[in-house]
């Protein structure tokens, strides 16, 4: 299923773990989402499915898979935007309580899960 968004969202504050980024690459809990305006007050992108009228927060299995996708995705002028490590779980709560939900996408900004 292909992403059908044309405005982003910020979905919710960033937490940053304390975990050594070695250690985040080989632990499957671990996955990549981009972050809106990295720093205090950041953010994580969001985006807005108008066929299914759902608000989602893209995630990757890869960082190079974040990369590529954050490519064409469509962003905010005047904005930063940084792909970063998260925990799966930490996502999940932070999109829940926003209104959001994770989405696995793959580089190419397909919904594989």
């Not at 932070?94 to 989405?103: C, L, Q, R, W």
Request: glycine fraction near 8%; aromatic fraction near 8%; proline fraction near 4%.
């Amino acid at each position: 299923m292909r992403r059908s968004a044309e405005t982003p969202n910020c979905a919710g504050k960033a937490l940053r773990g304390t975990m050594i980024m070695e250690d985040k690459k080989n632990r499957a809990d671990w996955i990549y989402a981009v972050v809106c305006d990295p720093g205090p007050g950041e953010h994580f992108f969001g985006l807005h499915d108008k066929e299914q009228d759902v608000d989602f927060i893209p995630a990757f299995n890869s960082r190079e898979d974040a990369a590529d996708c954050l490519l064409t995705l469509p962003r905010e002028r005047g904005r930063k935007y940084e792909v970063q490590a998260v925990h799966i779980d930490e996502l999940k709560e932070i999109a829940e309580k926003n209104g959001f939900v994770v989405a696995m996408v793959d580089k190419d900004g397909h919904i594989i899960k």
